[in-house]
């Protein structure tokens, strides 16, 4: 008969080997939890409280909340397939605060991403099914305000797709090319009967401008026929050999390469200067300094990368607008020229101090004054510390102040 011996120690053995494991199971648990693939739970809407909710549905443009778990390393987050700019800064493990990406192309967006968070982290990823839509759309800017007929007129903005109508003066757009991802659209103009709004209808909305397109009138300062003709400064011309395109007479500033620092605004090529004329009614002048702009045309054949222009009111230089469309933001410089005429805006807030780099003024009283009268200039300069790029060879008609909110 074998005898049994019994251990003593075995029970304390293996509850101590099962306490080992367990312990290895729940780091590895936790170890998952944390690190694991991401999971999206809800959407808030980025906001102050109260309005800080849970939403059903998100557009462009839109700064959200992800409400969820393991979210804290993403690498990127794509909205119906478009990716997100994120900021690590602004995520933990159960959020993350992102910008709906401003474009995206509705409707080329495959079926399989329609309505599609799609977020992926060092660990895993997931996609969740939620409803994104297009907003209404925008117009940005008009390509020429004051085309002809059979002129190519683009109209720039964002979400310009799923087009049910478009008007120009008054007048329907029915045939017309629009740029996928909805930035853009353009046509040939058909004969216009009289001034009218720009409108674009979409499954998403309508827009609407503010100022009236095919507008000889409206807040016009000086148009070199009729309107406020020149005080002094550069010649006037109707040709249309160098600048074709045009309806009666235009003013052309003309100068080869600046030296450095060349601000000789007096020489007669290098500027406008009109008679004094109302910028604005003064029972406006309360209103905010952005929602009012001056407009012109301008055609410029040659390419144009150093000369400075800009505009002034009256004699006083404590405020101007600098026009330097060849300058990127980035500071880059590209050739700039123009397939025959162009619309310039300039929203009144962007007349600064400073040579046109420092503070916009607090309202349109201190920019223009209780009266809000004086002449227009525009001139040109070099700013640089060194000769010009180039010189510029260009024409403008039709200076304007209107209301663009």
């Excluded at 251990?7 to 780091?27: D, E, G, I, M, W």
């Excluded at 007129?153 to 757009?173: D, H």
Aim: aromatic letters at 10%; charged letters at 15%; one cysteine or more.
């Amino acid at each position: 008969m074998n005898k049994i011996i019994f251990n003593q120690r075995y029970p304390r053995l293996l509850f101590l080997s099962l306490t080992a494991v367990f312990a290895l199971l729940h780091a590895a648990c936790k170890k998952d939890s944390l690190d694991g693939a991401p999971v999206i739970t809800n959407v808030r809407n980025y906001a102050a409280s109260p309005a800080d909710t849970l939403v059903n549905s998100i557009t462009t443009g839109q700064w959200i909340v992800l409400i969820g778990h393991n979210l804290k390393d993403a690498v990127q987050i794509s909205f119906n397939g478009v990716p997100a700019t994120i900021n690590s800064i602004m995520f933990s493990d159960t959020s993350a605060t992102v910008l709906v990406p401003d474009i995206i192309p509705f409707p080329t967006v495959p079926a399989e991403s329609l309505n599609t968070i799609r977020y992926d982290t060092k660990h895993g990823t997931t996609t969740f099914s939620f409803a994104i839509v297009a907003p209404p759309p925008t117009i940005s800017s008009i390509s020429n305000e004051n085309a002809h007929e059979g002129d190519s007129v683009y109209i720039s903005g964002l979400n310009l797709f799923f087009i049910n109508e478009i008007t120009f003066a008054g007048t329907p757009i029915t045939e017309y090319t629009s740029a996928s991802n909805g930035t853009s659209i353009g046509f040939v103009l058909p004969a216009l009967s009289h001034s009218g709004p720009v409108e674009i209808s979409t499954k998403s909305g309508t827009v609407v401008t503010a100022f009236n397109v095919n507008d000889p009138v409206t807040g016009v300062l000086c148009d070199f026929d009729n309107i406020n003709t020149l005080s002094w400064g550069t010649g006037t011309d109707n040709s249309s050999v160098n600048f074709p395109g045009n309806r009666g007479y235009y003013a052309v500033l003309n100068n080869d390469i600046l030296p450095a620092g060349d601000g000789n605004w007096w020489n007669w090529q290098r500027s406008i200067n009109t008679n004094d004329v109302q910028w604005i009614p003064q029972d406006s002048l309360a209103v905010p300094v952005d929602q009012y702009a001056i407009k012109f045309e301008i055609s410029v054949p040659a390419a144009w990368t150093g000369t400075s222009m800009y505009v002034v009111k009256g004699n006083s230089f404590d405020y101007m607008a600098r026009y330097e469309p060849w300058q990127g933001s980035d500071g880059t410089v590209s050739p700039f020229t123009t397939k025959g005429w162009r619309t310039v805006t300039i929203p009144l807030s962007m007349f600064r101090t400073n040579d046109g780099k420092g503070a916009a003024a607090e309202s349109l009283t201190t920019l223009l004054g209780s009266s809000a009268n004086g002449s227009v200039n525009i001139h040109t300069k070099n700013f640089s510390a060194s000769p010009s790029a180039s010189g510029l060879h260009a024409a403008i008609d039709n200076i304007r102040v209107v209301k663009i909110q």
